[in-house]
């Protein structure tokens, strides 16, 4: 099993850019899936969306444009970027290897053991 | 978007069997995976795909899905499973994983 860890200031202020990024060890980041998913005390879980090593990415809807994942095969990371966050983007980000199980179904068989970000000023 | 419903409590004492339901309208049509979530800890994978286990997963879980629920079992329950359990499905409109509620087990 591949370990993932996330990394990124701990403090955004509002309106501004939250930025994290999740480096991938004991596996290559090519040719598998990868997710960010965040955990707040009022939503719980939610998937904020994924990428895959070639580049290509899904996000949730729900975040409305101001998510932008990347990935960087050399260094065997991935990063989030969600723009101009409030206080309701406070929450432990987790990223996560995602597997394609067939039919259209994904799951997450391994996660990075989270990272707390709050915004606040 | 699709709402995965679970109860928010369940309570089971050692050696007997715990349900956790996670309802939706017609999940027996999608695949459902279960995460375990223990205090300060990053979420588990306990069962994949409605009924597979990952491996060093324990045979006392065990899933099911059919019809509007989906119910993860655990066997013979030990003070080691308190924790929080989520069910997931995929999405397929918005191509998103999907998260229920939560359902907190506590070992009395």
């Known amino acids: 099993q591949v370990q993932l860890q996330e990394s990124g200031p701990g403090l955004v202020k509002p309106s501004e850019t939250l930025s994290l990024t999740c480096t991938v060890s004991?596996?290559?980041?090519?040719?598998?899936?990868w997710t960010w998913i965040r955990q707040s005390a009022g939503k719980g879980l939610e998937c904020i969306g994924r990428?895959?090593?070639?580049?290509?990415?899904n996000y949730n809807p729900s975040l409305k444009g101001r998510v932008t994942m990347s990935v960087d095969t050399s260094k065997n990371q991935f990063s989030l970027k969600l723009s101009s966050v409030t206080a309701a983007d406070t929450a432990v980000y987790y990223c996560?290897?995602?597997?394609?199980?067939?039919?259209?179904?994904?799951?997450?068989?391994?996660w990075g053991q989270g990272t707390l970000v709050t915004v606040s000023s | 978007s699709y709402v995965l419903t679970q109860p928010p409590s369940v309570s089971v004492a050692p050696g007997q069997t715990a349900r956790i339901t996670c309802g939706a309208n017609?999940?027996?049509?999608?695949?459902v995976h279960w995460y375990q979530q223990k205090p300060g800890q990053a979420p588990v994978l306990v069962v994949y795909?409605?009924?597979d286990r990952p491996s060093g997963i324990p045979e006392r879980f065990s899933g099911s899905n059919s019809g509007n629920t989906a119910t993860l079992t655990i066997s013979r329950v030990e003070a080691g499973d308190e924790a929080d359990y989520y069910c997931?499905?995929?999405?397929?409109?918005?191509?998103?994983?999907?998260f229920g509620t939560g359902t907190r087990v506590t070992v009395l």
């Open positions: 996560a290897v995602t597997y394609y199980y067939g039919s259209g179904t994904f799951y997450n068989p391994s």
């Open positions: 004991g596996g290559s980041i090519s040719d598998y899936y």
């Open positions: 990428i895959h090593s070639s580049g290509s990415t």
């Open positions: 017609n999940i027996g049509s999608k695949s």
């Open positions: 795909a409605d009924t």
């Open positions: 997931q499905v995929w999405e397929s409109s918005s191509d998103i994983g999907v």
